[in-house]
């Protein structure tokens, strides 16, 4: 057999471990795929003492992470630390400068450094891979770099974040409300402690930042995605939206539209109306899914385990693989020179159904100023509902449906009645996927 891919592996939390454990159980099989064994060389890790469930007897231990750039004994460094700057992405500058290959599954770094590091690695001619950085386990990178490279894409969404699907699905399954479920998903360890980063969205901005990339063939722009969490989902809205045949769900949606020789790109990450026979409404706890429209393929959708070690570690020796046999392309599917760069769209242009929902004070007159403001902006409205009354004082829910129509039109309706006395707060708009 060939010589062996020597690796030095940086980072040895949950991500790490695993692919130790996956190349060991696997090693023959592994080897055998990729014809010829992957070799785990040197290690390293913030504290050596620690005991990780894992035997590194066998292997190197390196103190300063970015010594492994250096090694003459290995060919490929995994980065498994995190952190969109600091030492991870000083060790990938020094892995590629080097002439390494870079597997990393870090999407924060990749959202935020990924063209710098593919002109790099162009540069160099060394494989830069980074399939466990979008949902974890899910072959999407690949599918989309290979299986639809023969289709021109123009929109591609999903469920990026587990730890918001696995909340919102809870909070759906029970009645309970945000901060209950977000509790019970940190017990069960789907959640960080500190879970700003997924509530928030960025997470799976950072993923939506970087598919788009690869399925449109345009220069990641992660700034340019707009983002909103789910801190403002209340258990009332996701009852509002099974009365009305809906999920509620946290849905990442890049589109593409090409025209007059340019092209015009929209990222946005947002809590979405998912109607019950879409796909994705099916899509529930911390599973992850990814749909891309391809104009020849049709309708593709890959769904599988978002996060956890075994499935990132998956994810991670599949790029050794690729890399052993010395078949990685371009990491973003076309050389870096040739990604298009891209205006952002007008999201006033979306034509599309939008959910509101309006908590205005209990009292008279309310109603009417709040559809005086839907037609005064020209947003025709399909269903509205007030629920129960408040006690003395107290605020009540309005949610209505709108018609499609653009939503710049909601913007507007919004904005006239900004600063009205009769909303005791913001409202909240929840765009409704289409099939
Ligand atoms: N966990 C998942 O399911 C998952 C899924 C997809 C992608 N990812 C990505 O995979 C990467 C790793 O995630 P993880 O969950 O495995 O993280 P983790 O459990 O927190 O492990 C991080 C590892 O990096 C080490 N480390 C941190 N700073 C270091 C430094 N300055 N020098 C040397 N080592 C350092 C830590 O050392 P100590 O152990 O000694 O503290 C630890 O072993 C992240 O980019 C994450 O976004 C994770």
């Known amino acids: 057999?060939?010589?062996?891919?020597?690796?030095?592996?940086?980072?040895?939390?949950?991500?790490?471990?695993?692919?130790?454990?996956?190349?060991?159980?696997?090693?023959?099989?592994?080897?055998?795929?990729?014809?010829?064994?992957?070799?785990?060389?040197?290690?390293?890790?913030?504290?050596?003492?620690?005991?990780?469930?894992?035997?590194?007897?066998?292997?190197?231990?390196?103190?300063?992470?970015?010594?492994?750039?250096?090694?003459?004994?290995?060919?490929?460094?995994?980065?498994?630390?995190?952190?969109?700057?600091?030492?991870?992405?000083?060790?990938?500058?020094?892995?590629?400068?080097?002439?390494?290959?870079?597997?990393?599954?870090?999407?924060?770094?990749?959202?935020?450094?990924?063209?710098?590091?593919?002109?790099?690695?162009?540069?160099?001619?060394?494989?830069?891979?980074?399939e466990a950085a979008v949902a974890g386990g899910i072959p999407v990178v690949k599918g989309l770099r290979e299986g639809t490279a023969a289709n021109a894409l123009n929109r591609i969404y999903g469920i990026l974040n587990g730890t918001c699907n696995y909340v919102l699905s809870e909070m759906e399954q029970t009645g309970a409300d945000f901060d209950e479920m977000l509790c019970a998903a940190q017990d069960k360890g789907y959640a960080e402690a500190d879970p700003a980063f997924d509530i928030e969205g960025v997470d799976a901005a950072h993923k939506l930042a970087i598919l788009a990339a690869i399925g449109f063939g345009t220069r990641i722009d992660f700034e340019a995605v707009r983002t909103e969490g789910i801190t403002q989902v209340r258990a009332s809205d996701i009852a509002q939206a099974d009365a009305l045949g809906y999920v509620v769900r946290l849905v990442g949606i890049a589109t593409l539209e090409n025209g007059d020789g340019e092209c015009r790109l929209l990222q946005r990450v947002r809590p979405c109306l998912v109607p019950f026979r879409h796909p994705l409404a099916a899509v529930t706890g911390p599973t992850n899914a990814v749909v891309a429209e391809g104009d020849f393929s049709g309708r593709l959708l890959f769904q599988g385990a978002g996060a956890g070690d075994k499935p990132t570690a998956s994810a991670v020796v599949a790029d050794l693989i690729e890399i052993a046999r010395g078949q990685s392309g371009a990491p973003f599917s076309v050389p870096v020179?040739?990604?298009?760069?891209?205006?952002?769209?007008?999201?006033?242009?979306?034509?599309?159904?939008?959910?509101?929902?309006?908590?205005?004070?209990?009292?008279?007159?309310?109603?009417?100023?709040?559809?005086?403001?839907?037609?005064?902006?020209?947003?025709?409205?399909?269903?509205?509902?007030?629920?129960?009354?408040?006690?003395?004082?107290?605020?009540?829910?309005?949610?209505?449906?709108?018609?499609?129509?653009?939503?710049?039109?909601?913007?507007?309706?919004?904005?006239?009645?900004?600063?009205?006395?009769?909303?005791?707060?913001?409202?909240?708009?929840?765009?409704?996927?289409?099939?």
């Open 1 to 130: 057999m060939a010589e062996p891919l020597r690796i030095a592996l940086a980072g040895l939390g949950t991500v790490g471990t695993g692919v130790i454990r996956l190349i060991e159980t696997n090693q023959a099989m592994i080897a055998a795929r990729a014809g010829r064994p992957i070799e785990i060389v040197a290690v390293t890790a913030r504290e050596r003492g620690r005991d990780r469930g894992v035997d590194l007897s066998p292997y190197a231990w390196v103190d300063d992470m970015q010594a492994m750039a250096e090694r003459d004994d290995v060919d490929v460094v995994v980065e498994l630390v995190g952190g969109s700057d600091g030492p991870a992405l000083t060790l990938a500058r020094a892995a590629l400068d080097a002439g390494k290959g870079f597997v990393t599954a870090n999407k924060a770094m990749v959202a935020h450094h990924g063209m710098e590091l593919a002109e790099l690695a162009a540069i160099k001619k060394a494989p830069l891979a980074f």
């Open 337 to 435: 020179s040739s990604l298009q760069s891209c205006a952002e769209a007008d999201p006033g242009d979306r034509v599309g159904r939008d959910y509101i929902r309006f908590t205005v004070a209990d009292r008279p007159g309310v109603l009417a100023e709040i559809t005086a403001a839907m037609r005064d902006a020209g947003v025709s409205i399909e269903s509205l509902i007030q629920r129960g009354r408040a006690a003395e004082g107290g605020d009540v829910q309005v949610a209505m449906v709108t018609h499609e129509g653009p939503e710049r039109c909601v913007s507007e309706a919004l904005a006239l009645l900004e600063g009205s006395e009769s909303l005791t707060a913001a409202p909240l708009v929840m765009p409704i996927l289409k099939d």
